[in-house]
């Protein structure tokens, strides 16, 4: 899940460090000349020896490209070309070399590297880069779950327009929230927006992540609008709940307290792991509020992924919106192309077919089983966010199928539904 807006002028990508990790200690520079189809890292690690890079679809090794390298005792320099088997585990060598490493050096407490690869090896051992946001971790070569230091980040991402924050007004939408101590947690808040008596316009989104657990947790959020009924006041309706600690999005509708099924149609702004600040080109801004003169006011969902169950940990999730009321000459728009969230999207075992969307799908991790929609990490979303201008009419596009329909066609006679920590069904 992702959104932006992408220009046709750019030939390449140029990133300075990026770090890979909460501390710093890896520093990831990246620049990718999409004439030639390559791609070439710097690395700054702060290790001695050897550093191991890896490009992985999820964080785990099953399906990670990875090259180690480094500087021996003697100062002399060597490079691997690996990747990651089907099952988790230590990573085995490629049967042909592919990433080539320029430079290699050592002080007393860094390693420097400098290696290239070409997006599309036409190797099946190695990872194409592409549009998807892909997990980047540096490590050691031994497999370590939990202290590798992976970061979720999209390659391929176009350069951000030029952009003072200081020119434009702040808006904060912040959640803070002790993560219930679940697989998967949708919370959901109410937030009042800024009082407006004119029309602004937005010019940039980015999200607000502070620590280490915010980073690590949150998987993606969506700011959603709220829409009062036709026969109900906005602020008799939302107001009451604009500094409720918020709660569970699916519970049971007797357990919920918040007017959840009023801000389920419209977005505002969905950021997901790999999403970088939005900025608007220097001409084109996006209208708030919809309605001038009356209060508006906002959901925000967030999807907290906890596989390891950790209790207590308590973070902050939020959203920094900047806006403008010096109007721009273009509106733009949000897009949505997706397919129903629902065991209607069903992918069969061991697939690796891709529908309109560019969803991809790879489920070879799952062992054998059909993986279907559902909205834990373990399940299968296929959602796009486009921004785009100008601005008409149309906010989305989707497919559905109707259970039984669904189901006939493909076979299935009986169908249960196990937890996602059980690998679906």
């Known amino acids: ?30 620049d990718v000349d999409l004439e030639k189809g390559l791609v070439t890292f710097d690395v700054e690690a702060v290790t001695t020896g050897y550093v191991g890079f890896g490009i992985s679809p999820n964080g785990g090794m099953a399906g ?13 320099s060597y490079a691997f070309d690996m990747h990651g088997g089907a099952e988790n585990g230590p990573p085995i060598p490629d049967t042909q070399s592919d990433w080539n490493l320029l430079e290699a050096s050592e002080d007393e407490t860094k390693t420097y590297l400098k290696f290239s690869r070409l997006l599309n090896t036409c190797d099946d051992e190695d990872y194409v880069i592409s549009n998807d946001t892909v997990r980047i971790y540096l490590d050691d070569v031994a497999y370590h779950e ?11 991402m176009p350069d951000e327009a030029d952009f003072n924050p200081e020119e434009y007004i702040k808006w904060d939408v912040m959640s803070e929230v002790t993560m219930p101590k ?20 937005v010019i940039s989104f980015e999200a607000v992540l502070d620590d280490a657990f915010a980073l690590e947790h949150t998987h993606h959020f969506i700011i959603f609008k709220c829409v009062a009924p ?12 604009v500094n409720h600690p918020g709660e569970n ?28 600040r939005t900025v608007f080109p220097a001409d084109v ?21 906890n596989p390891q169950l950790e209790e207590n940990r308590r973070f902050t999730t939020g959203a920094r919106i900047m806006y403008t009321e010096k109007l721009r000459n273009i509106e733009a728009a949000m897009l949505t192309v997706a397919h129903q969230v629902h065991v209607t999207l069903t992918v069969p075992p061991n ?15 799952n062992k054998g089983k059909i993986v279907v929609g559902g909205i834990s990490t373990r399940e299968e979303m296929c959602m796009a966010f486009l921004w785009y201008y100008p601005k008409i009419d149309f906010e989305y596009c989707g497919s559905r199928y109707t259970t039984a329909q669904h189901f006939q066609e493909l076979g299935i006679a009986n169908y249960t539904r196990s937890s996602p920590e059980d690998g679906g069904i």
């Open 351 to 365: 697939q690796t077919d891709y529908v309109v969307a560019e969803c991809t799908y790879n489920n070879i991790w």
């Open 1 to 30: 899940m992702r959104g932006t807006i992408l220009r046709n002028d750019k030939f390449s990508v140029k990133v300075q460090n990026e770090p890979i990790d909460p501390q710093g200690n890896y520093l990831l520079s990246w």
């Open 64 to 76: 990670a490209d990875i090259f180690i390298a480094g500087v021996d005792d003697n100062g002399a």
């Open 285 to 305: 801004g996006y209208p708030i509020p919809d309605e001038v003169g009356v209060n508006n006011y906002y959901m925000m969902e967030v999807h907290y992924d």
């Open 146 to 156: 939990r202290n590798r230091a992976p970061q979720s980040l999209n390659l391929l």
């Open 230 to 241: 036709a026969d109900q006041n906005a602020d008799d309706l939302f107001r009451p709940f």
């Open 182 to 201: 679940a697989d998967t947690t949708y919370w959901c808040s109410v937030h009042k927006g800024p009082e407006l008596n004119a029309t602004h316009h």
């Open 249 to 276: 999005c699916y519970a049971p509708s007797d357990e919920q307290e918040l007017p959840v099924n009023n801000c389920l149609q419209h977005y505002l702004f969905v950021w997901s792991k790999g999403g970088k």
